[in-house]
């Protein structure tokens, strides 16, 4: 079976900064809502958003200087 690799959830660096994105999830464009945007430290950049044009599903979507690691925040 191949190997799946995700991030590494003992690192408080790396759980911290994905609770970053989550809350991140929450606001339309950095710097346009009352919450502060959380900045990202461990080199990921914020890259696009998705759904904020009607309700439902929502969020942004973070990646690494090379795209070989995406994350996607929803709300």
Known sequence: ????YGPNITDKETVLNL???AADA?????GTEDWEWQ???TGFNYSNSF??????L??????????????IALK
């Open 19 to 21: 609770a970053r994105m």
């Open 51 to 56: 759904g904020w044009e009607s309700d439902g």
């Open 39 to 41: 900045n990202i430290s």
């Open 1 to 4: 079976m191949d190997e799946l």
């Open 58 to 71: 929502r969020g942004h979507i973070f990646a690494d200087k090379t795209n070989s690691t995406i994350v």
């Open 26 to 30: 929450y606001i339309l464009l950095p």
